[in-house]
């Protein structure tokens, strides 16, 4: 499942500082010697790679990045001051591409650092020249412009965890308790028809419409979206506790997706009896016990109403996808 953003940011390095033209001081001799300091390296700016999908919509209004210029040299052969490197958080996931020279590099990891465009050097004091020959150099250089370009950055990102379930099986409800999706909830069928994304601790959710029987042949929404889940790394598989015989919901759903693709089958899932509140603690036992018997993933009770089962289940999903 795939979510498409995309901005353009104006980036530019920081100039080198220049270099001087200095003379050493001493007392009777004004023009003690050349002193004139080198200029400082100008800031490079980088991109860093976070955890955080909103992060491209604080640039909207501030696309233009700009790196601290490098300082002129100093007297006493003084270096200037270097500039601070600048870095432009962006999502996991983006893919960068520099519009003037075509190149583009993509951020994969958390933490990542790619220079964007480098610094401008220092230009050169007048000390640099002093040679045997030349005793009293008045040359000197300025620094080097830093680099300039425009970037196109496009976030194509793949849901970490995908919900699945038959329709009405509280899945979108367990996404808007997790993150802030908003999804549409209702107590019917097919409430949800296109995926909804959540954004959980920069880890992204997706929430496909319900899946019936034969949906590996094309019946119902969910076959549509069965093949985005191939590529998400966690499943959350709902099955709700109202439903006369869950165990033929748990077979149903895991029958669709290994008739899909096998490999389905083998991700990593976690199974969430859904809506507790609805039955007492007998049924909620026995439904429990024979579903352990069908697999060996965790098994977890929730109700979007009680905050403990809530928070037991983002733990799980949390350890889950961190160790996945
Ligand atoms: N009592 C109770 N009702 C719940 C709970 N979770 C979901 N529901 C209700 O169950 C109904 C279906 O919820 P949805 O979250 O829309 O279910 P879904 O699986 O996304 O459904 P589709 O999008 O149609 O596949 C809604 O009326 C919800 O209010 C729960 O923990 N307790
Ligand atoms: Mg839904």
Redo the contacts with the bound molecule.
Sequence with gaps: MKFIDEITLSVKAGNGGDGVVRWLQQRGNPRGGPAGGNGGRGASVYARAVRDINVLSKYRGNNSFVGENGGAGGKSSQHGKNGENLYINLPVGSIITNTTTGESFELLNDGQEERMVAGGYGGLGNEHFKSSINVVPKQWTPGKPGEEADFYIELALIADAGFI?L????????LNAVTQAGAK????????LDPNLGDFYGYILA?I??IIEGASEGKGLGHKFLKHVTRTRVLVH?ISFESVDPVADYRIIRNELISYNKELGDKKEILVL?????VDENKQKEVYKRLSKETKDNILT????DDSLVKEFSDTLTKLLKNS
């Design positions: 379930g329709p009405n099986a509280g899945k979108s409800s367990l909830v209702g107590g019917y069928q097919f409430t949800t929430d419409p319900g709902c859904t809506k507790s509140d609805l929730i109700s979007i109403l």
